[in-house]
């Protein structure tokens, strides 16, 4: 069978290599001069940085992926486990270095928040039960058709807690602002509000504290450069610069893609790495979509956007281990304006990944790399970030200065700016989104677009933005359920 896999992000190569191992026919078609998607990385004046994913977790399924197409993950990258997995720092001046250890956790607990010591136990326990019962009937089904369904177990779904936000649930368990805090920021790893949100959001906690978090040696991109050697011992065949413009059909089934200069590449399958919203409304022809189906795309919310700084500075500063946050003043102000006044936060809660912690070598020596991350609205008509980025540039800056980062301003050695213009630009991602669709109602991460459209024979889809959802496992199995449906159908 002849395959074209439209994007050569995470999703379309792992996509890529199953189908190859079965004997398929693979061609990645990517419009940017490199492959990896989201997962990228840039290297300047002896500083290198991750720009998109910088923390892995579940990473048994990147095992199965890698044992699927006959190899061994161990083969190609070595994982380091983080510990601390993440530091916090709070407006009041609290540090919480979170460990994948109870007891190490427990013990600062027990110094800012001692009230909510047993709390913490108790949520950590209540986070585990939520994935047991979410893995079968949502993370590893592709819910496509009633079978699928029937395979659920009913009475788990009954208690996956989607009948209230992750802000309610938290609120009601820890009395301390911190904990309130920490808790609920795991729910921008999808892109969402935690006072919107889904309290079944809270199964992420699990994932990173209790299952743990890890990095790639080398950096981020040493995985798609693993799959890239995959798919080439595969058979698989890479073409860049690429850009799909359309897909092409008869009856309703798809036979092949157009490029931007009008070549046309035949396909018995097509699986699209774009984001869903993008093929549904812009590759495909606007007779292949049926109105009612593009007015309820149109009508999705976005997951929220970045703006992002790469800083190569030529100091060290002793408080930022790997993973570090800084919490804004104000939870719940901070999600009004990005989700609801479509702004960027007055007081920001602000991501840093530094890397050369993990690998000196991500900086000259006695420096750092600082991956600086924002949540950003999505895009909406009148944004204009070539005025906005250098002064919100600034702002970021003195805000870390202010929140511990002495004299940071005065170290910067190299910096860049990625706004979400850039997202959508690169990655012809919806409206700049970062994760597809975001999670704000109680049945949003169910209703992500599956992976075989409904619409058009032989299309089928992986990535972020559909189902299961965005990060390195879920995309991944993005491209399981892709290539289960495919065997299914085809």
């Known amino acids: 069978m002849k395959v074209i896999t439209i994007g050569g992000g995470l ?23 490199s492959v990896g998607g989201k997962i990228g990385e840039v290297s300047a004046q002896g500083y290198r940085f991750d720009t998109g994913p910088s923390l892995l977790t579940m990473p048994f399924i990147l095992k199965d992926l890698f044992d699927r197409c006959g190899v061994a993950l161990s083969d190609y990258l070595t994982l380091d486990t983080l510990d601390p997995i993440c530091n916090y720092f709070y407006r009041n001046g609290t540090e919480f270095n979170c460990h994948k250890s109870s007891c190490v956790n427990v013990a600062q607990i027990q110094k800012f928040a001692p009230d ?43 208690h996956i807690d989607a009948f209230q936000t992750v802000a309610e649930r938290v609120d009601k368990c820890f009395q301390s602002i911190e904990l309130q805090q920490f808790f609920k920021r795991f729910t921008t790893y999808n892109g969402s509000s935690p006072y919107q949100a889904p309290a079944t959001m809270n199964v992420i906690p699990h994932v990173e504290i209790t299952m743990g978090g890890y990095y790639i040696r080398g950096g981020m991109y040493r995985l798609i450069e693993a799959l890239v050697q ?53 590759i495909t022809h606007s007779t292949d979509i049926s109105i009612q189906k593009k007015k309820q795309l149109e009508q999705v919310e976005p997951s929220c956007s970045g703006f992002v700084l790469l800083l190569g500075i030529d100091t060290k500063y002793p408080a930022l281990s790997h993973h570090n946050i800084f919490f804004t003043g104000d939870y719940e102000r ?25 690998d000196p070598q991500d900086a000259p020596e006695g ?40 004299g940071l301003g005065s170290h910067i050695q190299y910096s860049n700016i990625i706004t979400p213009e850039d997202f959508q630009t690169k990655y012809r991602s919806n409206r700049g989104s970062i994760y597809g669709t975001s999670s704000n109602n109680k049945l949003s991460a169910f209703l992500r677009p599956r ?39 085809e």
């Not at 989700?339 to 920001?348: A, I, L, W």
């Open 451 to 489: 992976n075989k459209s409904r619409s058009l024979e032989g299309l089928y889809l992986v990535g972020g933005s559909t189902h299961p959802g965005g990060g390195i496992p879920l995309v991944t199995l993005s491209a399981f359920h892709a290539v289960e449906l495919i065997n299914r159908y």
């Open 334 to 358: 901070e999600f009004q304006q990005i989700f609801q006044e479509k702004r960027m936060p007055e007081d920001p809660t602000i991501y840093i990944a530094n890397t050369s912690y993990t």
């Open 230 to 282: 995959l798919a080439k011992d595969l058979g698989v065949q890479l073409i860049t610069n690429c850009f799909v413009k359309n897909i092409k059909t008869e009856n309703q089934q798809v036979t092949g893609v157009e490029d931007q200069d009008h070549q046309c590449y035949p396909a018995d399958v097509i699986v699209s790495n774009a984001d869903a919203y993008e093929t549904y409304l812009n």
């Open 367 to 406: 420096g750092s790399n600082l991956f600086v991350l924002i949540n950003a609205p999505y895009l909406t008509p009148g944004d204009n970030w070539q005025e906005q980025k250098h002064q919100y540039k600034s702002f970021v800056v003195n805000e870390l200065e202010k929140r511990g980062l002495d």
């Open 11 to 33: 999703g379309g190569l792992s996509a890529a290599c199953l189908l190859a191992s079965e004997g398929h026919e693979v061609t990645v078609l990517e419009k940017n001069s």
């Open 116 to 158: 909510d010591v047993q709390a913490y136990k108790e949520f950590i326990a209540y986070s585990a039960k939520l994935y047991e019962r979410t893995k079968d009937a949502f993370l590893y089904n592709p819910l496509y058709e009633l079978s699928d369904v029937g395979s659920v177990k009913w009475r788990n779904l009954l």
